[in-house]
């Protein structure tokens, strides 16, 4: 017979359910509830906060299956500096040589002609980097407006296309050429290593040579000296840099008559 106490509650432990002082109920169905929100129906879900699964939700791909070129690009497009072929060979799969490597870019740049990109990935003074094109570029001089206010002055340039095509020469003869003193267009280039010593000459006194760098190649976007364009053609490229002057900028460096010119 069942006992009913005084607030109508049956105590009965004989029914097969059980109230105790921690919360729980256990009855004969197997089912737990406590406060830790478990069921302990072993459905297979685990509600504890400290075991939250992390899902990433970017797409992940499979080293093996991302195609060379994409590769190439993609270091291209992350590195602030060129990049030579012996560095891209290291990192390539399948160590392309300095040929494969030039055909990859060229592939590239076929697609990004093809799908309307405003850049280009160049080689240029040994190695690979992108390039915007042309087209842009007085868009993206805005952006660039105190890196455009450092462009060389005509001065400089003159001075820059003598050693490019007589080079190692000295700043006499470069002098001699030009008719007026070049202190300050040669201390330009020397600051942004433009040029550079590379010897000395036969010539009493042994005056000092100097040379372009690598800076000078990636500066006209060609690959070696052997790549410079003819003289009428190197003048058109140091016009259009010029085109992006203002006028305080052509005057440049202030220069006096060479007394042996």
Known sequence: MTEINESGINNDTNDGINTDVGGNI?????????????????????????DVVNVDTQPQQDEGSIDGTRILEALL???????????????????????HIRKMAGEINERLLTEGHPFEIIEAGGGYLFRTLAAYHPYVRKLYKERAAKKL???????????????PISKAEVEG????????????????????????SDKPGRPMLY????????????????????????EQMARAKMDEMSADELSGEKEVVAEDA
């Open 211 to 234: 040379g372009t760098t690598g800076d000078f190649l990636r500066y006209f976007g060609i690959n070696k000296i052997g790549d410079l364009p003819r003289v009428e053609e190197f």
């Open 77 to 99: 497009f992350a590195s602030d500096e060129l990049l030579t072929s012996s560095k891209l060979k290291a990192i390539l799969p399948g160590s392309p040589d300095a040929r």
């Open 26 to 50: 256990n009855n004969d169905t197997g089912i737990n509830i406590d406060d830790g929100v478990n069921d302990g129906t072993d459905n297979g879900i685990n509600t504890d906060a400290a």
């Open 177 to 200: 050429i030009r008719g007026v003193l070049s202190d300050g267009a040669m201390k330009t280039l020397l600051e942004r290593k433009l040029i550079d010593l590379c010897g000395r």
């Open 153 to 167: 002055s005509l001065q400089a340039l003159e001075c820059l296309a003598i050693i490019a095509y007589r080079q």
